[in-house]
């Protein structure tokens, strides 16, 4: 079946703009992540949905970022005035059980 | 929270040759452990993962085991072969989808020809 799906798969922004990143998960996957990576580093861990409950906002870097999930399936990841700190690869993933499955990310450059 | 260390950060290895990888942890309640292989430009795939109820997992080239006592897990790669170059990630998670994973830093194995 269908897998993890995120758009745009690039996106390269002016410094201040704001953002919205989509996520499209696997299909009856009850939990959602969004995850950060910068080149050549780990996976940092931004936010966290599991099916009504209130999101884990833990991971978010600032007030800047903000995610929402709409009707427990697509999620977006909101980033408003964004700064060159912020490119980097932001991948989700949806899970079942424990098992993390990813997207293929977005890329995202802020001159 | 959990707190996950992984080593080496970059490994070198001849084609054929064997690879090893250590990840620790610190929260003794974690009883899930996967193993991510991220090649250039692409997401993280699970390659192999094991539960605390058994100490060692083996898939044809790829093993993982683990050591609860002592807090820490291993990926081996045995003749090792170019397409197993990669950034790998080791992660932890309290298991039952009740909580997030969490990753250690990865090593970047390189296969030399």
């Known amino acids: 079946g269908a897998g993890v799906s995120q758009s745009p798969s690039n996106k390269v922004t002016e410094k201040g703009k704001d953002v919205e990143l989509r996520c499209d998960p696997i299909?009856?996957?009850?939990?959602l992540y969004w995850y950060r990576q910068s080149l050549g580093q780990g996976l940092e861990f931004l936010i966290y949905f599991q099916g009504n409950s209130a999101p884990d906002k833990s991971g978010l870097p600032s007030d800047r970022f903000s995610a929402e999930r709409t009707g427990g399936s697509v999620s977006t990841l909101t980033i408003q005035r964004t700064q060159q700190e912020d490119s980097a690869v932001y991948l989700c993933?949806?899970?079942?059980?424990?098992?993390?499955?990813f997207g293929p990310g977005t890329r995202l450059l802020v001159l | 929270g959990e707190n996950v260390e992984q080593h080496p950060s970059t490994l070198s290895v001849q084609e054929g040759d064997s690879a090893v990888i250590k990840c620790t942890y610190s929260?003794?309640?974690?009883?899930?452990f996967p193993w991510y292989k991220q090649e250039l430009g692409k997401r993280p795939q699970l390659i192999i993962d094991?539960?605390?109820?058994?100490g060692e997992k083996k898939d044809q080239r790829i093993a993982v085991t683990l050591n609860k006592t002592a807090k820490h897990f291993s990926l081996h790669i045995t003749e090792t072969q170019p397409e197993d170059s990669a950034v790998y990630f080791c992660a932890a998670a309290l298991g039952g989808g009740a909580d997030g994973l969490t990753f250690g830093k990865g090593t970047h194995l390189i296969i030399q020809p």
């Open positions: 929260d003794s309640a974690s009883n899930y």
């Open positions: 993933a949806s899970t079942q059980a424990e098992t993390q499955y």
């Open positions: 094991i539960r605390s109820n058994v």
């Open positions: 299909s009856g996957h009850t939990a």
